[in-house]
């Protein structure tokens, strides 16, 4: 007798356990029906979507028998492989829209306040919505006092700035979970992990000094985040002497400043800019200490337990939370460019913070 209703079936090909064990439904001990359904929506950058994946835990303490559906874009789908609280990843550039719009769920989560999102949400076939959803008038609605508090920040600077929380400490008043935070959801394979360190080993890594990431990059989308090439050079120099392992870390983006970094300092270790999201995990699992600006790379580190050294200054540094492993180093004034892309000033917030205070910070953590 077929089960569809068990969480391992597919529907058009075979589930795991015929295909690698040859188990027919009314033989299978595996069968576990679905009863309790939740979709998670989170569409934003990818490092928004992993650090929303410290949701989950908490999310599966609560229900556990819930079968856990996120909906997000497929740039952000490698950082779900193998993860063991999410039984389906479903893709708006694919069948999304057609998923959600046919299926019926109990519980819709949306903590992205796009209209896109919140358009998904609205459309969703659910019991109980948490979020953010779109009205008939294209108008994005809160479902919660807790979610109003985000939607006005969101909007006004001045709350933004006043805010004393986390990112995920206000996703959880959202979510009513009095729980601790917990880490970022990211597993890497311990085969993946054993062979980016031999590949480190080729590379010129030395076991036995402590090793330093520097994620030197930002990207184009948010220049204005990014610590000036020279402040990277002055800390660079002022590590050269300290005995320590230090690691290009960047994107394909970075690959020119990487490559200049490299060719003034040869003893500089190139990671390379083209690695998979769970091969750049894996290289920032090396790293006794990463320092990084606000980007992808800070919520990589907090997913895998690194200290972090972060620098920020355009954007809200009160909403990184490092988990008690690391230090936030600001301005000593406020940005006059918060959340622009482009800096308007001669001397921006981010080159006043001084690669010498940088180098404290990692004395102080090491």
Known sequence: MLRPDCVYFK??????YNKNEGIMCDDCNHYSPISFKILIIKLDAIGDVLRTTSILAPLKKKYPDSHITWCTRESSKPIFNNNKFVDEVIIVE?????????EKFDQVINLDNSKLS???AAMANAVKKIGFVLNEKGFVESTSEAANVWLEMSAFDNFKRANDKSYQQIMYDILGFSDPIYQPQLFVTNELISKVSDKLLHSGLNKK?????LNVGIGSKWSNKGWPEKNWEQLIINLSNNNYNLLLLGGPEETERIQNFKSKFPFLIDTGTKNSVMEFAAIVNECDVVITCDTFALHIATAMGKKLIVLVGPTSATELYLYEKGVKLTPSFECKCYYRKDCSEKISCM???SPESVVKEIEKLL
């Open 351 to 353: 080159e006043s913070i």
């Open 94 to 102: 694919d069948d999304a829209f057609f998923r959600i719009k046919t």
């Open 118 to 120: 919140s358009s998904i």
């Open 11 to 16: 529907g058009d090909k075979p589930c795991d």
């Open 209 to 213: 000094l402590e090793t330093i990431g």
